[in-house]
């Protein structure tokens, strides 16, 4: 199998491109199956089984918070 190279990349999204991937994002959860987006030109494979956690983090410069899904 090849090796992924690392990779740390941002995408913003208008309000409703976003709210479009969070709907399909939802329904895949909901249904138990697995996801797929594409970031910057790369398609990444989420599978049902992923583990999603919420992340908030605050500082000086503002509140960020991440949706972050792990397999």
């Given amino acids: ?7 740390d ?7 409703k491109d976003f709210a479009a991937k969070l709907r399909r994002l939802a329904d895949a959860l909901e249904e138990g199956k697995a996801f797929e987006i594409q970031v910057a030109g790369e398609r990444i494979y ?6 999603i956690s919420v992340e908030h983090e605050r500082s000086d ?3 960020e918070l991440e949706f ?3 397999s």
């Fill in 1 to 7: 199998m090849t090796e992924k190279a690392e990779r």
């Fill in 9 to 15: 990349i941002q995408k913003i999204y208008s309000n």
């Fill in 46 to 51: 989420i599978p049902a089984t992923a583990e």
């Fill in 61 to 63: 410069d503002g509140e």
């Fill in 68 to 70: 972050q899904m792990k």
